[in-house]
């Protein structure tokens, strides 16, 4: 079993559409919560991280943590396709920065 | 500023060949990471290195891999007696420390293609 579980998809959607992307993971030791954004042929790209438990709102992207559950999401409102991408949830721990990644949820914003 | 360079953006070689993967990190950031990125996964962690020395190299999958960052700045990933399942796009990013919560920025990869 891998430490975070990630659903692949793909996953499309109407512009406009809610979006809800989820990972789970096994390790009650993670600490940082992290989403990236990966376009094709590019590395990935922060979009948001959470520290502990909680949620964190930026623009459309609202990320939960619930550590209780293991279990993390971030959510798209309003969704264009421009956000058409690889979302990819990644943990790290307090004392390193080394990142634990889920294999990544594709995603298709169709106009 | 200019972000997190890796070269050469491609490489193509013969199985049992030797590689080197170069990558240039943001400047003034401490902290270089090294991950690896096979087709529909997520990246997976190879090496870290705080300043010069490896803090972590745990995800290093056998000793034909190899990492050096003499200077603390600039690294070289190495693979000797590269194998078909050797390929994939490598990965390397920076952060200015190497604890939890700072930031890493990627660079575009390497993709590794070994026939």
């Known amino acids: 079993q891998k430490e975070v579980e990630q659903d692949p998809g793909p996953l499309s959607v109407p512009e406009g559409a809610i979006v809800s992307l989820n990972c789970t993971y096994s390790?009650?030791?993670?600490?940082?919560f992290m989403w990236y954004r990966q376009y094709s042929r590019k590395g990935p790209e922060l979009l948001m991280y959470?520290?502990?438990?909680g949620n964190k709102e930026d623009g459309r992207f609202t990320a939960q943590v619930d550590k209780s559950s293991k279990y993390i999401s971030l959510f798209i409102r309003d969704s264009q396709p421009s956000d058409s991408a690889t979302y990819l949830c990644?943990?790290?721990?307090?004392?390193?920065?080394?990142?634990?990644f889920g294999q990544g949820t594709t995603l298709q914003v169709k106009p | 500023g200019a972000g997190v360079s890796q070269t050469p953006s491609n490489k193509v070689t013969e199985k049992g060949k030797y590689v080197e993967l170069r990558c240039d990190p943001i400047?003034?950031?401490?902290?270089l990471y090294w991950y690896r990125q096979s087709l529909g996964q997520g990246p997976e962690f190879l090496i870290y290195?705080?300043?010069?020395?490896?803090?972590?190299d745990s995800g290093l999958p056998n000793d034909r891999f190899f990492a050096v960052r003499p200077e603390g700045s600039v690294s070289t990933l190495k693979i000797q007696r590269t194998e078909r399942g050797d390929s994939a796009v490598y990965l390397c990013?920076?952060?200015?420390?190497?604890?939890?919560?700072?930031?890493?920025?990627f660079g575009p990869g390497t993709r590794l293609t070994v026939t």
């Open positions: 390790n009650s030791a993670f600490q940082y």
């Open positions: 290195f705080q300043g010069t020395g490896a803090a972590d």
């Open positions: 959470t520290y502990s438990s």
């Open positions: 400047s003034g950031h401490t902290a």
């Open positions: 990644a943990m790290s721990f307090q004392r390193t920065g080394k990142l634990i």
């Open positions: 990013a920076s952060s200015l420390g190497a604890t939890g919560g700072n930031e890493q920025y």
